[in-house]
């Protein structure tokens, strides 16, 4: 087989970053990490910078990168924003579906990003009909993340109703599939292989009725697949649902049984001590998404008390108010301090150990996330040269990447040994920015 060498000016072995660096890799992996070589090897690959293993973004809905802009013109609450998200949900079809989502993922890459959580409701064509094939909405997102290079794990949604006990509305019949059964055996026909994983998320508590929630989450079980859920993102939700059942949306969860070290809560942010709990004890993850949850005014979460009780964290950039997971790793911290007016609440390792490794296993890909022999050659590499970088040593390199670094600063990214991004430009897209302009101006008509 093939081996193609890749030498690394400075790299992320988990603990410290390391000068000198050479990967070996063969048909995807990493087959041997080698240490102490200071110049490049004849005919490898060179990588100037920090690398670090590829980022995962742990929550998006793709779609909404066609909000960014529109939703920050005047105030408003969660509430109104949906409103303008079911404007853009209605005018999307496969095809142009498909266009949106290549140009996302395209920016995901540029970002660093090697693996997608795809959090997918948008199943049918408007007033609920299905398409000739149930899943060409999700097809059309795996084809997306292949055409621009990376790993997705499509997080195929049951969204059944608008509230506890309330139908879908107009707006929301092209989320649904009606019950839990006709959802489960229209997920049934999409396949693992090659750069996608399928896995399961229950919206919310408000939109699978309790009695439901078992088929979702002995689907997910049956596959040995990801489940992931909407948790506790609006105190409104946590009202109606101690007014329905009496219990907290994570003891609903828990009680029938959702929760477990497959399952991650996204936002997670207005959570009792008992929740907390309860999460820590099952290894339910816990994925932040700070940038969406400041926009939307949502809140801070627990984080460093979900991370005390053993709730792995992992990071999202969600709505993609922004797609940066350096923001998103930093943020976690930086939200922390002012609410608790303390710093040091994760070292610069901890967050990156979220943004990648944790990234990755939330999303079932537990075979990348690093930088040894064996693991998926997935990988990404930050200049050190640039404004934001330049001045410190490259032995805090994670500490710039993390505190000083944005998603310009990624000069490559590689995914199963392949480079993705080269100095900058998209392999595939190479004007992700042309790509990004029209796709959302087709929707926007």
């Known amino acids: 087989m093939q081996v193609t060498t890749y030498w690394l000016e400075h790299a992320w072995l988990g603990a410290h970053a390391e000068p000198g660096v050479a990967l ?77 989502a290549r140009a996302v993922y395209a920016e995901m890459a540029l970002a660093g990003i090697t693996a997608v959580g795809e959090f997918h409701y948008l199943h049918h064509a408007p007033g609920g009909v299905p398409y000739a094939d149930p899943n060409a909405m999700g097809e059309a997102l795996i084809a997306a993340a292949g055409e621009a290079g990376i790993r997705i794990t499509l997080l195929d949604t049951a969204y059944l109703s ?10 929301q019949l092209r989320f649904s599939d009606g019950t839990a059964d006709a959802w489960a055996q229209r997920a049934d026909s999409l396949k693992d292989g090659g750069h996608v994983r399928i896995g399961a998320a229950i919206h919310s508590v408000r939109a699978v009725p309790a009695e439901q929630l078992p088929t979702v989450a002995s689907w997910a079980a049956a596959r040995n697949a990801p489940l992931h859920v909407h948790l506790s993102e609006q105190t409104a939700e946590n009202d109606a649902c101690l007014a329905a059942h009496g219990r907290t949306p994570t003891r609903l969860l828990a009680d029938h049984g959702v929760l477990g070290a497959r399952t991650t809560g996204v936002h997670n942010t207005h959570l009792t001590d008992d929740d907390i709990a309860l999460l820590g004890g099952t290894t339910t993850g816990t994925c932040m998404c700070p940038t969406t949850e400041r926009d939307l005014a949502d809140g801070i979460g627990p984080a460093p008390a979900l991370q005390a009780a053993a709730s792995p964290l992992s990071l999202g950039s969600d709505s993609h108010a922004v797609i940066d997971l350096f923001e998103e790793a930093r943020a976690m911290e930086l939200n922390e301090r002012l609410r608790s007016r303390t710093r040091g609440h994760w070292t610069a390792a ?9 990234g990755h296993a939330a999303l079932g890909w537990h075979e990348a996330g690093r930088l040894e022999p064996g693991a998926l050659a997935d990988f990404t590499t930050v200049a050190l040269d640039t404004v934001r970088t330049a001045g410190p040593p490259p032995r805090l390199a994670a500490e710039t990447a993390v505190f000083a670094a944005s998603a310009a600063d990624v000069r490559h990214t590689v995914v199963g040994g392949r480079h993705v991004v080269r100095d900058g430009v998209h392999a595939a897209v190479p004007d992700a920015a042309r790509a990004l302009t029209d796709a959302i101006a087709a929707l926007h008509g």
């Open 350 to 358: 901890a967050l990156l150990r979220a943004a990648t490794a944790d």
């Open 162 to 171: 608008a509230g506890f006990g309330e139908p879908p509305t107009s707006h």
């Open 24 to 100: 070996d890799v063969t048909d995807g992996r990493i087959t041997a990490v080698r240490q102490g070589v200071e110049t490049p090897p004849p005919g490898a690959e060179v990588l100037r910078g920090f690398t670090l293993p590829g980022l995962a973004n742990a929550h998006s809905h793709a779609f909404h990168r066609a909000l960014r802009g529109t939703v920050q013109v005047g105030s408003g609450t969660f509430w109104t924003w949906r409103e303008v998200m079911y404007d853009v949900a209605v005018r999307l079809t496969p095809d142009s579906y498909f266009t949106l």
